[in-house]
Nanobody, 123 residues
Framework: QVQVVESGGGLVQAGGSLRLSCAASGRTFSNYAMGWFRQAPEKEREFVAAISWSGDNTYYANSVKGRFTISRDNAKNTVYLEMNSLKPEDTGVYYC????????????????WGQGTQVTVSS
């Protein structure tokens, strides 16, 4: 079993920045790929970014490419999502996920999920 806890969400104005963190415990962190997803009200959960086991490879949704950066620190069992130039359409609950495949853009490809952290971008 893997426990996943996200943090770092909040309210920010359009054009601002936030950094989300995701701490995972319970298994060897470096054996897993990690992903970030988000879900806006009344919408499906959508893929945002993924990072490989070593952190050498990353993959982004087109909507965030060039603005968001995913990274990981295996010594701290933590993955990050640096979000810059935020837009109102980035608003939603952001979820961190742990999985065995990279790159994986489907929710069904991930085995463990956190409870999510709310990001609200005001215009």
């Amino acid at each position: 079993q893997v426990q996943v806890v996200e943090s770092g969400g909040g309210l920010v104005q359009a054009g601002g920045s936030l950094r989300l963190s995701c701490a995972a415990s319970g298994r060897t962190f470096s054996n897993y790929a990690m992903g970030w997803f988000r879900q806006a009200p009344e919408k499906e959960r959508e893929f945002v970014a993924a990072i490989s086991w070593s952190g050498d490879n990353t993959y982004y949704a087109n909507s965030v490419k060039g603005r968001f950066t995913i990274s990981r620190d295996n010594a701290k069992n933590t993955v990050y999502l640096e979000m810059n130039s935020l837009k109102p359409e980035d608003t939603g609950v952001y979820y961190c996920a742990v999985g065995r495949y990279y790159p994986a853009m489907l929710t069904t490809s991930y085995d463990y999920w956190g409870q999510g952290t709310q990001v609200t971008v005001s215009s």
